[in-house]
């Protein structure tokens, strides 16, 4: 089975002593994994960072066996925010969720475009306001609309409590309208963060008897202030 396609790089391990073992998102296939033979060597192991878009050539010769990548580099993400510990963890953060949430080689073409346009956009001052409605659609398309415009209210509460399947829950007015506020709000973000996160757990990592990546935790805390 041979394949070529664009991805996002997810996670990757060390195999053997000049190899390594990754995880990514790609296009058309879903998540996948294989190992790349050669990227620990200088020039392979410079691009093979988390969130960077490469394409890969997947080859594999039965589907019993794991199969290896070829990897070019199509754009260096990671290496932008490296000064930036926030958009670090944010990038980070994305990569783990998708990577612990995502099913094996199944497509999720419109949480492929999102995740794309959420990196390209990462540069934008409401960038945190963005990553959240980012989170807020991946659990969509995941499988759990929350329905959230049942919540409006015209009240201007900044956080409202709202009992979603029995659970109550405080949810910031930002996301219940799907609109970036004017300025930024940390008690809001700090709200949705909890919001989203909580959502995750209750319906995704704890049915799923999964852990919580501790890099979204990481995110998370620098809005705790």
């Not at 999102?114 to 969509?140: A, H, R, T």
């Amino acid at each position: 089975m041979n394949w070529q396609d664009e991805c996002y790089l997810l996670t990757k391990r060390k195999f053997r002593e000049n190899a390594n073992i990754i995880n990514v998102f790609t296009n058309n296939h879903g998540k996948m994994s294989g190992i790349v033979y050669g990227g620990n060597s200088r020039k392979v192991k410079n691009y093979l960072q988390i969130s960077n878009k490469i394409i890969v050539e997947y080859i594999s010769k039965s589907e019993n066996k794991a199969g290896y990548f070829k990897t070019e580099l199509i754009h260096p993400n990671a290496p932008r925010y490296f000064s930036d510990k926030k958009r670090t963890s944010a990038l980070l953060s994305m990569t783990s969720l998708l990577n612990s949430l995502l099913p094996e080689a199944q497509p999720y073409k419109e949480i492929y475009k999102s995740l794309q346009v959420l990196i390209n956009n990462l540069i934008e001052n409401e960038w945190v306001y963005l990553y959240l409605f980012w989170e807020l659609d991946l659990i969509k398309q995941l499988g759990f609309d929350q329905n959230l415009k049942q919540f409006l209210n015209n009240n201007n509460e900044k956080i409202i409590t709202a009992k979603i399947d029995n659970i109550n829950y405080k949810i910031p007015n930002f996301l219940i309208e799907n609109k970036v506020p004017l300025s930024l709000n940390n008690e809001q973000i700090k709200s949705g963060f909890i919001f989203t996160r909580t959502v995750m757990i209750n319906k995704f990592f704890l049915p799923n008897n999964l852990i919580f990546p501790k890099s979204r935790i990481i995110l998370e805390n620098y809005f705790n202030d």
